[in-house]
């Protein structure tokens, strides 16, 4: 559930597909083939299912359409989860999702009927929501970006409960405003990384930073928004 395949979940999908492949009585394609001598001798690749929508083929491969500009980097997903979360609810429903396929598909030039969309809409539903709530939290529909562009995996190991949360918010809102500026977040971000060093690097500190921050309101990152990158869900 971290976003990506790897290791031995890589292994293992490598083996299924060549299995099923060979059943079939067809032959790998070309992208399946360099796939395979990519990763199948490797133990330390990883890859999301963007990368891996571009190996499989399909009758119609939407998430390719995911490639295009809006959701080229961590902080192009962040403005737009902040644009079609409209009502700050922390995630995003079939509603919100169908509006925010609606347009992706538009910028790719892709033409579809409602039908279609509602399909698309529930196929995403199917594939992104991990605890089967009908609704997509930031973290799971992340999943959409490639592997090296999502720093969310990374903080994947250094979230904290709600009580951590909401003392870590008050220390690092040092003028009691309610929200962290960037400077504010800037602290709160650098101590992160030295506490812990194995999952954040401080060299990206910037790229993190500025990620965070597309998620605020004119430089006001409040409690809500910030608790979707550092607060457990189950808090």
């Known amino acids: ?15 299924e597909l060549q299995q099923a492949r060979k059943k079939a009585g067809l032959d790998l394609t070309p ?60 995630f995003i429903d ?10 992706l598909l538009q910028k790719a030039n892709k033409q579809i009927d409602d039908s279609k969309l509602t399909e698309y809409t529930e196929i995403m539903l199917r594939m992104f929501d991990a605890n089967n709530d009908g609704k997509l939290e930031l973290t ?28 870590a918010f008050e220390t690092y809102d040092q003028d009691g405003n309610g929200y962290i500026d960037e400077n504010e977040l800037d602290a709160l971000l650098k101590d992160l990384c030295e506490k812990n060093k194995t999952e954040l690097d401080i060299t990206n ?5 500025k990620s965070i921050m597309a998620l605020s309101d004119g430089g006001k990152l409040y409690r809500a928004e910030l608790a979707l990158i550092l607060c457990a869900e189950e808090n």
């Not at 399946?32 to 009758?59: C, H, N, R, W």
């Not at 079939?94 to 347009?103: G, H, P, T, W």
């Not at 799971?140 to 003392?167: S, T």
């Open 94 to 103: 079939s509603e919100e999702l169908k509006s925010f396929l609606k347009d």
């Open 205 to 209: 500190l910037a790229t993190y930073k």
């Open 31 to 90: 992208e399946m083939k360099a796939f395979v001598d990519q990763y199948g001798k490797s133990t330390d690749g990883k890859i999301g299912i963007v990368e891996l929508a571009q190996v499989l083929p399909t009758e119609e491969n939407f998430l390719l359409f995911f490639r295009c500009q809006q959701l080229k980097s961590s902080e192009d997903f962040m403005q737009t989860w902040r644009k079609y979360d409209s009502d700050h609810s922390g």
């Open 1 to 15: 559930g971290n976003g990506f395949m790897d290791g031995k979940e890589l292994q293992n999908f490598i083996q």
């Open 140 to 167: 799971e529909l992340a999943r959409l970006l490639p592997v090296q562009e999502n720093f969310l995996i990374k903080f994947q190991g250094v979230k904290m409960c709600a009580k951590e949360f909401n003392n």
